[in-house]
């Protein structure tokens, strides 16, 4: 989504893809929100990218999108006794 897409525009590309049959994953960092439609259908690219708000659609297939940079561009810490690990 675009770095000031208000919350109305977001709502609306999620109640979209629903509608398209897709489970919406959202992502919220410090600049965007991202929002990872995953299915077994296609939802239509070009209608979605043309909906206010949105920045840019892209395809992801690659293995555990839901943990990439992709889906969740900010880093994540995991705190493992005394260790701190990720971050970068």
Do not use: N, W, Y
Request: aromatic share 2%; no cysteine.
């Amino acid at each position: 989504m675009e770095e000031r897409a208000s919350e109305a525009q977001i709502e609306q590309v999620v109640a979209r893809l629903v509608e398209m049959g897709m489970d919406v994953h959202r992502s919220t960092g410090v600049t965007r929100t991202v929002l990872g439609a995953v299915g077994r259908g296609t939802p239509d690219a070009a209608l979605i990218e043309l909906m206010d708000g949105v920045h840019e659609v892209l395809r992801i297939s690659e293995p555990f999108k839901l943990a990439s940079r992709t889906f969740k561009p900010d880093g994540t810490v995991i705190t493992v006794g005394d260790v701190r690990i990720g971050g970068d």
